[in-house]
């Protein structure tokens, strides 16, 4: 299902390194032709410092052509830049590492820059060392090298712009090595500092913009917006992360974050809510809870820009209530997850869950049920869906409603009516904390226009 495919849609906000591991999934699963594959894989190797890997592209590309002398040009400019960058960063290195300067060290990074100058002569330059060499290490791979560089620069750099394009690389790094619990410290303490500030958007690597937009918050919109989508590499491998990406992904910043720029991460949204919602009845927050009619609301209005099978499925059953064809759009589902780099490994279980939301649903909706009706609707043969629905029942909060009749092979449901108090409650769920949220913003609007009006006037030139 090529046409479900947005590794082309999210590449652009990725960094060049991160693009590597989607277009080995695509090579894998035979989306697209091997050769063109091949073909994208080359011209991405050749523009870093990774010769040997776009060496071994080319022959693979080009069996029957005499590898370009110019990669062995590189590769020696490579060796003596590593070798350099090394000595001027190890002199830094040595120093910071002394047990008796790292108890020294204070919260205060202008105290410590002081502390380094006087005594080791250390200057702001020599700290720069360290960020250089670890983005050098990073062009050639060594990720695990340049996320520790990366580490002892951040914590002594005064400059704001390279400690925001740090943070970026020590998250692709942690990404790129699979330390999940790490790489979510990294994505939080991120997403806090674009947050505080209007940083521009990622220049760590090459293939990033070198330019932010000029009004600061676009530039913000633009930095949440590539937040998004690394965050998915994280979300989607740490134990956590569905439940995570729903508390962060459904707040209102990044809600608008989605609609204004990015609306096919919805895609992620509503799977991420897809699996959250059996074990819903846990100990989750309020909005986990309820995260599927919230996303639901943003679906029906985002259709026009973005939609495929399973955010169709969510909108056929909760919008329109047809259930045949929710049952279609999860047969397509099925595929689109299975292909997807983020969500191949959640097959199983987003299926599971899917079941769960149409025998819900159909459930809410009717007090006699046909059991082999309802297996069909469920993409299940007769006895697959007889015991899927018994376990069903027993796990769940229906088992107080629900009884199962074996003779007649139905299923029939006794539910007390809600209370009327309870529906006022459940209408007005999270009315609260939007109105608090809206009032915020407004009073942060009204403090930045104040703040321009008592603005002094530019300087102009004396007549």
Request: charged share 25%; glycine share 4%.
């Amino acid at each position: 299902m090529a046409q479900y495919d947005l590794t082309k849609t999210i590449i652009p906000y990725c960094d060049r390194h991160l693009v590597f591991p989607l277009l080995a999934h695509l090579a894998e699963n035979e989306i697209f032709p091997v050769e063109q594959v091949q073909a994208a894989q080359y011209e991405l190797a050749k523009e870093t410092n990774m010769v040997d890997y776009a060496v071994s592209l080319f022959q693979q590309l080009h069996p029957d052509e005499e590898v370009p002398a110019e990669f062995a040009e590189k590769r020696e400019n490579a060796v003596s830049t590593n070798e350099r960058l090394q000595q001027e960063a190890q002199a830094v290195l040595d120093v910071i590492e002394n047990p008796e300067v790292a108890q020294s060290l204070r919260q205060d990074k202008n105290q410590n820059l002081q502390f380094l100058r006087d005594h080791y002569n250390v200057t702001l330059d020599h700290i720069t060392a360290l960020y250089n060499f670890g983005k050098f290490q990073y062009s050639y791979g060594n990720y695990s090298g340049a996320a520790d560089y990366l580490y002892h620069f951040r914590i002594l750099s005064t400059d704001p712009d390279l400690t925001i394009s740090a943070h970026w690389g020590k998250l692709a790094c942690d990404i790129l090595t699979g330390k999940w619990d790490v790489a979510l410290d990294e994505l939080n303490s991120l997403r806090e500092a674009i947050d505080a500030r209007t940083p521009s958007m990622p220049q760590f690597s090459a293939s990033t913009p070198s330019s932010s937009p000029a009004d600061p918050a676009l530039a913000q919109l633009h930095s949440r917006t590539w937040l998004l989508h690394w965050s998915l590499f994280v979300y989607f491998n740490h134990p956590q992360g569905r439940t995570l990406l729903l508390e962060t992904f459904l707040t209102p910043t990044y809600l608008n974050t989605i609609q204004t720029s990015c609306p096919w991460i919805l895609r992620y949204l509503a799977t991420a809510a897809i699996l959250s919602r059996k074990s819903a009845s846990g100990a989750l927050s309020s909005r986990v809870r309820h995260s599927i009619r919230e996303i639901v609301k943003v679906i029906q209005m985002e259709e026009y820009q973005y939609h495929d099978p399973i955010t169709q499925f969510l909108k056929e059953l909760y919008v329109e209530f047809d259930f045949e064809a929710a049952q279609k759009e999860l047969g397509k589902a099925e595929t689109v997850v299975a292909n997807d780099f983020f969500l191949g490994d959640f097959r199983e279980d987003f299926m599971d869950n899917a079941r769960y939301l149409i025998s819900e649903a159909y459930c809410r909706i009717h007090q006699r049920i046909d059991i082999g009706d309802l297996s069909e609707r469920l993409n299940l043969s007769r006895d697959e869906g007889e015991k899927w629905i018994v376990n069903l029942i027993r796990e769940t909060r229906m088992g107080a409603d629900a009884k199962i009749d074996l003779e007649k092979n139905v299923i029939e449901i006794h539910r007390p009516p809600l209370p009327i108090y309870q529906t006022v409650i459940e209408k007005t769920r999270g009315l609260a904390f939007r109105t608090q949220a809206l009032g915020a913003a407004m009073s942060r609007t009204q403090q930045t226009l104040g703040a321009q009006d008592t603005a002094p006037p530019s300087a102009v030139e004396a007549h």
